[in-house]
């Protein structure tokens, strides 16, 4: 990881300092840098040592830091990570085109590699990932969003880049097809089981351990599965206030809300979803070698059950 974090340092050059400075102030915000990290331990795990390994975990990182410029725009948010967002500091303008620029200097990254499959699969990834953004901007603040429609865009704007990630180390090694299908199944249940815990916590965590608000996601207007869930369980009254909020953006009663999504069993409910996709991380983890790299993939998945932040 520290060879990853002088890449993504020697990258983020530019002539343009405020390119640098906002680029520089999302990456330095503490992430948990767990796409690259996840890249790294698949090369552990399958014995890949390949030398453009480092570079593809900083374009990981590179693509996710960009959809997070446009998603805190996008949602108007103000915080991440405990601080101000980038557009909240800079404004905008900054973000959206300084994430431009992590998404061009991710692209120029890829063609140093000069591999035509990994072209593939981080173009697809990329496009699918916005597709996702789309698709839930289309979902806002419609409270008939089901479980699946759910699932679909969390798979396309989450847990996509997990699976590119997973699936880039045997690509670079040239490993059998059988060995890239099991990596990639890995990350993509992964990256589904952390959303769907990220989004259990923005009803149960701790703001000061989360670093935002409790019940973002309400007042943005996303319906993720603690409300669907406590939609399906919850009294005819307590149904009609969510929805009401849900439609009307409305979030005088959010602490309601938020009290109804404990109170139905619906955060339980939503950590099983969970629980499902961790255990299908874990069934295909252990197709892998025996090795240290693959105990922690392993320990992985199950840890992302006790994530408080």
């Known amino acids: 990881m520290e060879q990853v974090d002088r890449v993504i340092s020697d990258r983020l050059t530019s002539d343009v300092p405020l390119v640098k400075e906002v680029a520089q102030y999302i990456i330095s915000a503490g992430g948990k840098r767990l796409r690259p990290a996840l890249l790294l331990l698949v090369s552990g795990a399958i014995g890949s040592t390949h030398h453009h390994r480092h570079t593809l975990a900083a374009v990981v990182e590179f693509i996710h830091t960009a959809t997070l410029l446009h998603d805190d725009v996008v949602d108007e948010s103000t915080m991440r990570r405990g601080r101000a967002t980038a557009n909240h500091h800079f404004g905008n303008a900054a973000s959206v085109l300084v994430g431009d620029f992590l998404y061009s200097r991710a692209f120029q990254m890829m063609v140093d590699v000069d591999n035509m499959r990994v072209m593939q699969v981080l173009s697809e990834a990329t496009n699918v990932i916005a597709e996702g953004e789309v698709l839930q901007l289309m979902n806002m603040h419609d409270a008939s969003i089901d479980e699946a429609t759910y699932l679909r865009v969390i798979r396309s704007k989450t847990a996509k880049l997990f699976e590119a990630s ?15 299908v ?60 969510i929805r009401q909020s849900i439609e009307t953006g409305n979030t005088d009663g959010l602490d309601d809300i938020v009290g109804i999504i404990r109170r139905t069993g619906a955060l339980d409910r939503a950590r099983q979803g969970a629980m499902s996709e961790a255990r299908r991380a874990i069934d295909a983890a252990g197709t892998l070698p025996s090795n240290e790299h693959t105990s922690a993939l392993l320990q992985l998945a199950a840890g992302l059950l006790e994530r408080r932040s």
């Open 166 to 180: 997973a699936r880039l180390a045997p690509i670079l090694a040239g490993a059998p097809q059988d060995l890239e």
């Open 182 to 241: 099991a990596c990639a199944t890995y990350g993509q249940a992964l990256g589904t089981a952390f959303q769907v815990i990220d989004d259990v916590l923005d009803y149960e965590g701790d703001p000061a351990e989360l670093g935002k608000n409790l019940g973002d996601d309400l007042r943005e207007g996303k319906v993720t599965l603690p409300v669907i869930c406590a939609l399906q369980m919850g009294s005819t009254a307590e149904k009609d206030l």
